[in-house]
C-alpha cells in the first residue's frame, strides 16, 4: 500500500529481515524519549525475533518506509481463532499527523479482514492519547481500564 501525503511518499509493506534493526531502533528510541520509567528491554523480547514471534500465517509485522526509512510499525498477533491482536503501533514523532499510523491501521485491518479474524483489540496506556483518539475515529469502542501504579492501562476493541 503506497500513500501520498504532500510531498511525502510512505510504502507499507510487510516486514524483512533487513528490516531488524531499523525497526528495532525506531521502537527503542520511542520507548527511551517518551516511556523512560517503563524498561525498554522488559518490552523489546518480541522485537529481537520478529520473524518467529509474528511468524505464522495468522500474523503479520507491517513496517511503513519514506524514502527508504522505517518511519512506522504495526503488528497483529492472533490471540484466538475470532480475535486479532494490534501491537507494537510505533511511530516516528517527525511522521506523526501524516497519516502514518492511520495508514499502518488501515493495512493491519485490511489483513485481519483476510484472515476472518472478527474482533482486534489494543491496549495500550495512558500516555498514548493519539493512538487512542485515531483508534477511537476509526471505530474502536472502550473496553476495559486497569490501574497500575503510576500508569493506566486501556483496552478497547474493533469489531469487523
Do not use: W
Not at 501520498?4 to 534493526?21: A, I
Not at 493519539?130 to 493506566?152: C, H, M, N, R, Y
Amino acid at each position: 500500500m503506497v500513500i501520498l501525503n504532500m510531498t511525502k511518499t510512505f510504502n507499507v509493506r510487510e516486514y524483512q529481515p533487513g528490516d531488524s534493526e531499523s525497526v528495532y531502533a525506531l521502537i527503542l528510541a520511542i520507548l527511551t524519549n517518551e516511556f523512560r520509567e517503563i524498561p525498554p528491554e522488559h518490552y523489546l523480547s518480541d522485537i529481537r525475533d520478529i520473524q518467529s514471534v509474528y511468524a505464522g500465517e495468522r500474523n503479520e509485522f507491517f513496517v511503513c518506509e519514506n524514502d527508504g526509512e522505517i518511519v512506522g510499525t504495526i503488528a497483529v498477533k492472533e490471540d484466538d481463532k475470532k480475535t486479532a491482536l494490534l501491537r507494537r503501533l510505533f511511530v516516528n514523532p517527525h511522521f506523526r499527523g501524516k497519516k502514518v499510523g492511520k495508514t499502518l491501521i488501515e493495512k493491519a485491518f485490511a489483513f485481519c479482514r483476510e484472515k476472518n479474524y472478527e474482533k482486534i483489540i489494543f491496549t495500550g496506556n495512558n500516555r498514548m492519547h493519539d493512538v487512542k483518539e485515531v483508534l477511537t475515529k476509526l471505530g474502536f469502542k472502550e473496553a476495559e481500564d486497569v490501574q497500575l501504579p503510576g500508569l493506566e492501562l486501556f483496552r478497547i476493541s474493533h469489531s469487523l
